[in-house]
């Protein structure tokens, strides 16, 4: 099975200066064992022992011009907080896909390690500001070859 070329995992901004503006924000790769984003129906968010914190079906795709985007409000199962949006963006030119999941939380538990699901399967690890806040940016590139 091919494996997609994946881009380096960076940290956006020290996490002191995130952690001043109150929100943690991450940008790192997308796991290559990550079905392709166009299907994926659900996201949910966990914390470390399990327990859903958020979770949401996304819509149907939206395609235009080799662009397709996605979007989801995340939500509690157990009340109003915490709360969430996530939304897929992909798009494909000349045999080549770049795909994004692009998370915000917000009022989530402090200090809490989280992980990012999709369909079940873990995608990302992320922790919380200590204002319970976290923006995440995950991508890859997918060749023709591949896919």
Known sequence: MARPNIFALTLVGALGASACMGTVRL????????????SVKKLEVTGEDGTVLLRGTL?????SNGKTVRMVTLASPSGPAPTGTAEIRITSENGVSDEEVLLKVRDMPYPAVCRLLAD???IALFSTSDKGKADLKLNRR???TER
């Open 27 to 38: 940008e790192q790769s997308l796991p290559a064992t990550v079905a392709p984003l166009s």
């Open 59 to 63: 819509n149907d795709e939206a395609a």
């Open 120 to 122: 079940g399967k873990e």
């Open 142 to 144: 997918v060749t023709g």
